[in-house]
């Protein structure tokens, strides 16, 4: 989900036609931020989605508002995926799916960070309100987790989302092996010891 979809200006609500043409905008940004970094042409950006750039320009008239629009929608779809593995998989496994989904919206942040990182470091309130919400949803998986009996209960979710993207820091490609390998190696230690300091008492 895009955040609330206003014109940047008037505030008003967006008609149905430029409510598609900013969510487009934006998952493209996304993709292109991801392989190119946050200093890609938006003329390159506006061609990619199929509009001018006379329409980026009226959706979002600065690069630091297309960047912080991207990172909230990818906040945005780490949240709701967080439920939704939730409602389809067991607690252990929608936790293993997460964590490589939280991988690929490192690998995006990672091509933002230019910008990203001022953005962040002189608004601690847009900072303060997107890593709260991820850690949320990290807790929320990691406690189903443990009422299963399939995680252990000693893990932080704000300790669980730094390393998972140091992993991904470290790593040269979005979903490389071995970016793969050392998630995997971090959520068999999750569930290492699991009925450890809990009162689940199940076996790993």
């Known amino acids: 989900m895009v955040e609330p979809a206003e014109h940047p200006s008037t505030g008003r609500p967006l008609r149905k036609d430029a409510v598609r043409n900013r969510e487009l905008l934006i998952t493209t940004a ?118 299963a009996g399939t995680v252990r209960a000693d893990v932080d979710g704000g300790d669980l989302l730094r390393a998972v993207g140091g992993i991904c820091m470290s790593t040269d490609q979005e979903r490389s092996d071995t970016s793969d390998r050392l998630v995997g190696l971090l959520f068999d230690g999750l569930r290492h010891g699991v009925g450890v300091g809990s009162s689940s008492g199940a076996p790993s």
Do not use: C
């Not at 329409?55 to 939704?84: I, K």
């Not at 409602?87 to 252990?92: E, I």
């Not at 847009?126 to 009422?147: D, I, M």
């Open 30 to 147: 996304a993709a292109a931020f991801s392989v190119s970094g946050a200093d890609v042409p938006l003329e390159d950006i506006a061609g990619r989605a199929g509009v001018g750039i006379g329409t980026l320009y009226r959706h979002f008239p600065t690069r630091d508002t297309l960047v912080e629009a991207v990172y909230r929608h990818e906040v945005d779809v780490l949240v709701e995926r967080a439920d939704q593995l939730l409602d389809t998989l067991p607690p252990d496994q929608a936790l293993k799916e997460w964590m490589q989904i939280f991988v690929r919206h490192v690998a995006t942040k990672r091509g933002m960070l230019s910008v990203l990182k001022p953005m962040l470091s002189s608004n601690a309130s847009l900072f303060a309100e997107t890593h709260g919400r991820a850690t949320a949803a990290t807790t929320k998986l990691l406690e189903a987790g443990v009422a």
